[in-house]
């Protein structure tokens, strides 16, 4: 059973960084895309930054140098480097992978979500 883990969140002061980690297990047969959500208190998910199967790379304009998003196919695991955290980037991060697993379509998966807080 393919599953996604993240870790890596916790309480940060403005102006501090943190790496967040999704990694994929199961029988993974090549980790493709990768997406990072957040989702602040009363707000709607947003998409922070995504890494796409040739390596290309999107962030949303909140982020656009402060963040870095990465891969490691061959450890399926995604990375999201996060620095100059501010307060508005509080929320619940989720990852989502682009997965081929034995015996089972590609398609997305999805991460738990990790919490970060940036203190001012």
């Known amino acids: 059973q393919v599953q996604l883990v993240e870790s890596g969140g916790g309480l940060v002061q403005s102006g501090g960084s943190l790496r967040l980690s999704c990694a994929a297990s199961g029988s993974i047969l090549r980790f493709n895309a990768m997406d990072w959500y957040r989702q602040a208190p009363g707000k709607q998910r947003e998409l922070v930054a995504s890494?796409?199967?040739?390596?290309?790379?999107n962030y949303a304009d909140s982020v656009k140098g402060r963040f870095t998003i990465s891969r490691d196919s061959a450890e399926n695991t995604g990375y999201l480097q996060m620095n100059n955290l501010k307060p508005e980037d509080t929320a619940v991060y989720y990852c989502?992978?682009?997965?081929?697993?034995?015996?089972?379509?590609?398609?997305?998966?999805w991460g738990q979500g990790t919490q970060v807080t940036v203190s001012s």
């Open positions: 890494i796409h199967i040739d390596g290309a790379t």
């Open positions: 989502s992978a682009l997965l081929t697993a034995a015996g089972t379509p590609t398609r997305d998966y």
